[in-house]
């Protein structure tokens, strides 16, 4: 949406200070000319954003104009940018959404933070699944946590180690846990621990349930 991509013009010219048209473009997988489109807009709505020519030119941002995340610690913002692992939360269907979250909580930081912010993204990676062993196919992971984040029920047909292997559940999804590079989602009544990825197919109802209030 042409709204979202002007918001993300804004942060980008925030974290990054000065930027081509073209860089622009690479960054947002649009034409140059639809950057010119989106600049002549951002000018129109009064955003102090300027272009030199020349071979070290490019779009700027008139200096002070930014927002900033105040009240964060070093650590706290490191800790903003360690906790936010992109291959669960991709899994989860909101890959998009973190990396975009990532950009606007840099671009908030005063500049001494996200420097702070920058060498932990830089120097620390972290990886959930085991070494030696494929990874689990959940393709029902996004629906599962849908519902998990909007208290549906799910009628699914699940297969597990006993016979009869494949059978029809009725689950009330609490909530959704990784561990070991694994999904499990703990359901009522019990509750009760399901693989995700033994999830054979499954049918969203529009039956809502109420959550244990003592769930932990």
Request: with cysteine.
């Amino acid at each position: 949406m042409k709204s979202s991509r002007l918001v993300s013009i804004l942060l980008l010219l925030q974290t990054r200070e000065r930027m081509t048209a073209a860089q622009l473009a690479e960054e947002l997988e649009v034409s140059v000319r639809t950057v010119y489109r989106d600049v002549e807009a951002l000018h129109a709505a009064g955003i102090p954003l300027y272009g030199e020519a020349g071979h070290a030119g490019g779009y700027r941002l008139l200096d002070g104009y930014r927002t900033r995340l105040t009240g964060l610690t070093a650590g706290e913002a490191e800790a903003l940018f360690l906790a936010g692992v992109p291959g669960p939360a991709a899994e989860l269907g909101l890959g998009g959404f973190l990396a975009a979250a990532r950009l606007k909580v840099r671009a908030a930081l005063p500049r001494e933070l996200r420097a702070h912010a920058d060498r932990i993204s830089d120097r620390f990676h972290l990886d959930a699944p085991g070494w030696y062993a494929d990874a689990d196919d959940t393709p029902y992971l996004p629906a599962v946590a849908d519902a998990v984040r909007n208290g549906r029920v799910l009628s699914v047909l699940y297969r597990r180690w006993r016979e009869p292997t494949d059978v029809r559940r009725r689950l009330e999804p609490y909530g959704l846990v990784l561990k070991a590079g694994r999904w499990y989602v703990v359901a009522g009544p019990g509750p009760r621990t399901f693989r995700v990825d033994q999830i054979l197919r499954l049918d969203p109802c529009d039956e809502e349930f109420t959550r244990p209030g003592d769930f932990d």
